[in-house]
């Protein structure tokens, strides 16, 4: 591997040369680092669904599981 790559390999981060930046390259990086703070952001999404989910699950009224509900906390 190495070298340079052929852009038409890459047809949506060609698509995106010029206008998120001015080389494939950079295009790649620009998406590899949103990716991967996704990730992040993502994981944190997760959790706050799911234990908003547990603790209207475990509600025994409507009352109380709008009031679960409003208390979830997201990132």
Do not use: C
């Amino acid at each position: 591997m190495g070298g340079t790559p052929d852009p038409s390999d890459f047809s949506l981060l060609s698509a995106e040369v010029g206008i998120t930046a001015p080389t494939l390259g950079e295009v790649a990086a620009i998406v590899n680092n949103a990716f991967l703070q996704w990730q992040i952001i993502g994981g944190a999404i997760e959790a706050a669904r799911l234990g908003t989910k547990a603790a209207i699950e475990a509600t025994g009224t409507g009352g109380d599981a709008e009031a679960a509900a409003a208390a979830a906390s997201w990132p």
